[in-house]
C-alpha cells in the first residue's frame, strides 16, 4: 500500500499561482502514472492532470495552458504547477496514483482556495 503525502495547497488571490506536491512511498515499483484530481464543493471530483513514468500528459480541458504536471521518478513525487488561478479552480485536490486497475491509490487531500 502506497503513502501519498500532498502539500502545498493554500489560499490565493484570483491570478495567482500555487504548486502542489505529493511523495509516494512504500511502493517497491515504479508508479505508472501518478496525477492530481479534484473536487469543488458540491461537484464530483474530476481529473486535473496525469503523467506516466515516460512522460505522456493528460490535461483536464480548462487548466490547459495553466497548470503544469511534472514528476521525479527517482524520487517517486509529482507536482503541479498552478498558474493563473481562478475561483473556479477552488477544491480539494487529491494526488493519484495507478499502477493497475486493482492498484491505484488516493492522497488525503489539500485545500485549494482561490478568492479574494
Known amino acids: 500500500q502506497l503513502q501519498l503525502v500532498e502539500s502545498g495547497g493554500g489560499s490565493v488571490q484570483p491570478g495567482g499561482s500555487l504548486t502542489l506536491t505529493c511523495k509516494a512511498s512504500?511502493?517497491?515499483?515504479?508508479?505508472?502514472?501518478m496525477g492530481w484530481y479534484r473536487q469543488a464543493p458540491g461537484k464530483q471530483r474530476e481529473l486535473v492532470a496525469t503523467m506516466t513514468t515516460d512522460g505522456r500528459t493528460k490535461y483536464e480541458d480548462s487548466v490547459k495552458g495553466r497548470f503544469t504536471i511534472s514528476r521525479d521518478n527517482a524520487e517517486s513525487t509529482v507536482y503541479l504547477q498552478m498558474d493563473k488561478l481562478g475561483p473556479e479552480d477552488t477544491g480539494v485536490y487529491y494526488c493519484?496514483?495507478?499502477?493497475?486497475?486493482?492498484?491505484?491509490?488516493w492522497g488525503q487531500g489539500t485545500l485549494v482556495i482561490v478568492s479574494a
Open positions: 512504500g511502493s517497491q515499483f515504479g508508479i505508472y502514472q
Open positions: 493519484h496514483t495507478y499502477q493497475g486497475p486493482q492498484f491505484q491509490n
